[in-house]
């Protein structure tokens, strides 16, 4: 199973907004609301922002929203600021059992 | 939550590696449990999850047939027996707490046990 396909960079100057994509196939995310999405800092442990396509854990801002269409979940970032520059991933449940990640996405703030 | 990885370090390839998570802070029986790896300055990759129960196991494509992973409820601990390394194998291991269903969203991590495969 090949990873989901996310792009290697996004950036944005800060107060705008921007969205990552995260496209699978029809035997995970098509297939499935399991879809999560998680930031990490480096030399730091990943951390959740979105689970289950959109909800968001205890504690994570609501400028974090996550959405699916077809085969392809996207998390947006509105009101950038400095330290959500980080890597991204998403991640999801698949039909084999099993859970694919993305390649990550590297988010730059102007 | 705490999860404590051990049991990472240096060995050659073709050899094995037997890596551990110590857990605490809540009911260890009640949740799936995952590894997940990160090798140096690359992305996250899931390499294998177990129910709370052990009767769901499911491995990534690159460690199937080489790799097991196991629990012991009563010792609160989760494993991870690595054969046939090869440096691709190499990365930070994460010991990760899963959901009360094996497919539920993932949950705390730990800090993760460094593997290195050289000769």
């Known amino acids: 199973q090949s990873a989901l396909t996310q792009p290697a960079s996004v950036s944005g100057s800060p107060g705008q907004s921007i969205t990552i994509s995260c496209a699978g196939s029809s035997s995970d995310i098509g297939d499935y609301n399991y879809v999560s999405w998680y930031q990490q800092h480096p030399d730091k442990a990943p951390k959740l922002i979105i689970f289950?396509?959109?909800y968001r854990p205890s504690g994570i801002s609501s400028r974090f929203s996550g959405s699916k269409s077809g085969n392809t979940a996207s998390l947006t970032i509105s009101g950038l600021q400095a330290d959500d520059e980080a890597d991204y991933y998403c991640?999801?449940?698949?039909?084999?059992?099993?859970?694919?990640f993305g390649g990550g996405t590297k988010v730059t703030v102007l | 939550v705490e999860l404590v990885e051990s049991g990472g370090g240096l060995v050659q390839p073709g050899r094995s590696l037997r890596l551990s998570c110590a857990a605490s802070g809540f009911t260890f029986d009640d949740y799936a449990m995952h590894w997940v790896r990160q090798a140096p300055g690359k992305g996250l990759e899931w390499v294998s999850g177990i129910s709370w129960n052990s009767r769901q196991t499911g491995y990534a494509v690159s460690v199937k047939g080489r790799f097991t992973i196991s629990r012991d409820n009563a010792k609160k601990s989760l494993f991870l027996q690595m054969n046939s390394l090869t440096v691709d194998d190499m990365a930070l291991y994460y010991c990760?707490?899963?959901?009360?269903?094996?497919?539920?969203?993932?949950?705390?991590w730990g800090q993760g046990t460094l593997v290195t495969v050289a000769s």
């Open positions: 991640i999801s449940y698949t039909s084999r059992g099993t859970w694919l």
């Open positions: 990760v707490q899963g959901g009360p269903r094996y497919f539920d969203r993932f949950g705390p």
């Open positions: 289950e396509v959109t």
